[in-house]
């Protein structure tokens, strides 16, 4: 079993910065790949970042150059840097890991932390 615990949300003004982190326990989760997603009010959760055990990365169109993804695998936290933030980006904002070779079927989720950005 994989928990996932984030913190680090909350309220922030337009063109502000906010860091995620999301601590992971649990065995091998070094090697899963760690993401964040996100979902706004009425809308579907969508990918907002992912890492992989390699380092590699993966940004939704509308986030990239704002918000960066990083791991301490020494930590085992993943961290999201949200620059930039505007209005769209509000959302509950959800950890996820997931095991190397699956496809989303043995993902793990934090319960999420809100983004609210607002002057």
């Known amino acids: 079993q994989v928990q996932l615990v984030e913190s680090g949300g909350g309220l922030v003004q337009p063109g502000g910065s906010l860091r995620l982190s999301c601590a992971a326990s649990?065995?091998?989760?070094?090697?899963?790949?760690m993401g964040w997603y996100r979902q706004a009010p009425g809308k579907q959760r969508d990918l907002v970042a992912v890492?992989?055990?390699?380092?590699?990365?993966t940004y939704a169109g509308s986030v990239k150059v704002r918000f960066t993804i990083s791991r301490d695998n020494a930590k085992n936290t993943v961290y999201l840097q949200m620059n930039s933030l505007k209005p769209e980006d509000t959302a509950v904002y959800y950890c996820?890991?997931?095991?190397?070779?699956?496809?989303?079927?043995?993902?793990?989720w934090g319960q999420g932390t809100q983004v609210t950005v607002s002057s």
């Open positions: 649990g065995s091998g989760v070094r090697a899963f790949a």
């Open positions: 996820n890991s997931r095991p190397p070779g699956t496809r989303g079927e043995y993902d793990y």
């Open positions: 890492i992989r055990s390699d380092g590699t990365t």
